[in-house]
């Protein structure tokens, strides 16, 4: 599910605010060139991107930090204030709309909302949930996906146990990536910036269910 959260929200984000990505941060850069080289706007949005993208997760590795030294499970906070980012940036969305410029104050206000609601996404893989697979960038997902495709030739019993081990936990959660953009661009369509009720509702659940069941339960829902 967090995948599917992951390009559920890149991709509104890509849509409502002018080529921005709110997930997959680095993509900013090339869209930076494409502002620069056609004048289309948007270059601070872009440039901003990358250190409130640091900051927040600096913010959340030192969050982890604090609660798990008081022994508290630091999932459930994590997704509940990505949750309340997410509404936060959905609400600004809502107000500031219709967007006229990618450079309005309340449209770059708008999109670091979002480029902080997923740098906790991208810091939780990395420090709380580090045995799941990455779910907000799908490269490095399908580059080892295909590698382990070739490797199921191989001779070694074990090489091939475990790409397919590799294989169940990374096809779903690029199944699930895919899945989240397309309902995402059609659910912005739809419904404007309202559409991320569905993200916000996803984590929500996430959270209760994480506090409700052992330290495991999240571990099919990574997808």
């Not at 779910?135 to 382990?148: P, Y």
Request: charged share 10%; with cysteine; glycine share 8%.
């Amino acid at each position: 599910m967090l995948s599917l959260v992951a390009g559920y929200v890149d991709v509104v984000g890509f849509i409502a605010l002018f080529g921005l990505f709110t997930a997959h941060v680095t993509g900013n850069f090339v869209m930076l060139g494409v502002a620069l080289a056609h004048a289309t706007g948007g270059v601070l949005a872009k440039l901003l991107a990358l250190p409130v993208f640091a900051l927040s997760v600096a913010a959340t590795k030192i969050a982890v930090d604090a609660m798990q030294a008081r022994g508290r499970p630091p999932l459930p906070p994590l997704l509940v204030t990505q949750g309340l980012l997410l509404a936060a940036f959905m609400l600004a969305g809502c107000l500031a709309s219709p967007m006229a410029s990618p450079d309005m104050p309340s449209a770059i206000a708008t999109g670091m909302l979002g480029v902080a609601a997923m740098a906790i996404q991208n810091a939780q893989s990395r420090i709380v949930l580090t045995d799941h697979v990455p779910t907000t960038i799908m490269t490095g997902n399908s580059t080892q996906v295909i590698i382990d495709l070739v490797e199921l030739r191989s001779a070694s019993a074990d090489k091939v146990a475990a790409a397919k081990n590799r294989l169940r936990k990374m096809v779903p959660a690029i199944a699930a990536f895919a899945a989240g953009a397309v309902s995402g661009a059609y659910a912005y369509v739809q419904a404007s910036y309202w559409c991320l009720a569905v993200p916000i509702l996803i984590l929500l659940a996430l959270a209760y269910s994480y506090r409700a069941g052992p330290a495991a339960s999240l571990a099919g829902r990574q997808a």
